[in-house]
């Protein structure tokens, strides 16, 4: 397994271990970045959601697709951002930009993974799509 395939297959289990708190005990999670208690379903949904990319990226880190690896990366990239802008919406709290250290490092560990793998020829190809 690559160095790209590797930091995308440990990142999966970061997605389970996500997935099955926000799934079977959201408030737990909610709680632990200082989140209000959520009621709605909306949390249990994003809890199965998320088991269910994990699965997307095991099969991606098997198979070594470097295309999604690199997509990945972009949209990981892009989470504090995002959540940013929530923020700045008021609608939610800065506590939830606690969550995205971790994506971010993920992503950095796969394009550190992609360049030192020599991936470059194959991002290449990508980037004449």
């Known amino acids: ?11 999966s289990f970061y997605l389970i271990a996500q997935g099955l708190l926000l799934l079977v005990i959201p408030n737990v999670a909610m709680g632990l970045f200082g989140l209000p208690a959520a ?9 199965y959601s998320l088991l269910a990319l994990s699965g997307y990226f095991l099969v991606a880190a098997h198979r070594e697709v ?11 990239l892009a989470l504090p951002g995002v959540f940013g802008v929530f923020v700045a919406l008021r609608y939610s709290t800065p506590a939830l930009l606690l969550l995205t250290p971790a994506d971010v490092l993920f992503s950095l560990w796969t394009a550190w993974g992609l360049w030192s793998d020599g991936s470059g020829s194959r991002v290449a190809k990508i980037e004449k799509m």
């Open 1 to 11: 397994m690559s160095r790209a395939a590797t930091s995308i297959f440990v990142y």
């Open 66 to 76: 470097t295309e999604l690896f690199l997509l990945s990366i972009v949209f990981r």
């Open 39 to 47: 009621q709605e379903v909306w949390v249990h949904v994003l809890g």
